[in-house]
């Protein structure tokens, strides 16, 4: 069965540098998100990608946080400049959905962003 | 903005036996989407069963079942012949029926223990 992939599985970084995690999604799904959830807390959405563009972005993605689609297997979270705050398990997801409709989300084992 | 709130932290179970976790969520949306997800340790989300809000029929997957009140926005899932396996974190979720890609709210999920 098909599965999104995520690498690496746990990245450790120092505070202020740039991190970058991979994520293939499921091919022929059309819709991408990034998710993180610290330590003991409830998981939150980043992001959402959408025919090569950020369809949706939360309050937490800020001007430090991209993503990209460099070719058409695999989707990007960069990190510019690390805070020790961004220590968390992030979560790719992709969904199947065609336009006008709904799916369901399928999501990565994660990769645990540790900052020192 | 959509709100999701699971109030059970913990709960634990004897194996074989029947669990329910609850979850209550709040939107003015009238198409809408719900999810169970499992978090087992190895913290990789598990999609557990998916429920349209325009169904008036409960979903079932196997030993997992829901019961939707959609009047009381009341969504909680049902786990019968509890096994070992099923020991786990469970977030509840909700998804907008919107065509754009759309993010995924979670609760603050409630941890299983099934005891042999």
């Known amino acids: 069965e098909p599965e999104v992939t995520q690498t690496p599985s746990h990245q450790v970084t120092q505070m202020g540098q740039e991190v970058i995690l991979r994520c293939v999604p499921i091919?022929?799904?059309?819709?991408f998100y990034w998710y993180r959830q610290i330590l003991g807390q409830k998981v939150e959405f980043l992001v959402s990608f959408y025919n090569n563009e950020i369809s949706e972005k939360s309050e937490i993605f800020d001007d430090q946080f991209s993503v990209e689609r460099p070719d058409g297997s695999n989707f990007t979270l960069k990190i510019r400049s690390t805070k020790l705050e961004d220590s968390a398990m992030y979560f790719c997801?992709?969904?199947?959905?065609?336009?006008?409709?709904?799916?369901?989300?399928?999501f990565g084992p994660g990769t645990r962003l540790t900052v020192l | 903005a959509q709100t999701v709130t699971q109030s059970q932290p913990e709960m634990s179970v004897q194996e074989a036996e029947t669990v329910t976790l609850s979850c209550t969520y709040d939107?003015?949306?009238?198409?809408?989407?719900l999810f169970w997800y499992k978090q087992p340790p190895s913290r990789q989300m598990i999609l557990v069963i998916r429920q349209e809000a325009y169904k008036q029929q409960n979903a079932t997957e196997n030993r997992f079942s829901v019961n939707f009140q959609k009047a009381a926005k009341s969504f909680s899932l049902k786990i019968s012949d509890s096994q070992l396996g099923d020991t786990a974190m469970y977030f509840c979720?909700?998804?907008?029926?919107?065509?754009?890609?759309?993010?995924?709210?979670f609760g603050e999920g409630t941890q299983l223990t099934v005891n042999p």
């Open positions: 939107t003015s949306e009238s198409n809408y989407y």
């Open positions: 091919s022929n799904h059309l819709y």
């Open positions: 997801a992709s969904e199947p959905r065609q336009r006008g409709s709904t799916d369901t989300q399928y």
């Open positions: 979720a909700f998804m907008t029926g919107e065509t754009s890609g759309s993010r995924l709210t």
